[in-house]
């Protein structure tokens, strides 16, 4: 990130968040991180917005003939299932 052109990007928070953040030594580079860790683990469907456009819901439609979303009986986390094809056991 040190190469990359730096913008200034400024935004509102409540009051509670300004105190909380109060203790961190650089807030900036707290903020940074938590966003990018933030933009890692959006919907790459709706990319956070929890909305799918007409178009988009046509096209998961269409994937869902194939697939299901399920919950893993070990570890309980939701994902996606492919009918057509055997699973990875991811907790071996």
Known sequence: MSDERQKVITFKVPETLEEAMKGIPNRSEFIRNAILSALDQLCPLCRGTGILAPNQQRHWAQFARDH?????????????????????????
Not at 69 to 76: D, L, N, S
Request: proline share 0%; hydrophobic share 25%; charged share 25%.
């Open 68 to 92: 299901s979303v399920e919950q893993c009986g070990r570890c309980k986390a939701v994902h996606l299932v492919c009918k057509c094809g055997s699973e990875n056991d991811l907790h071996s």
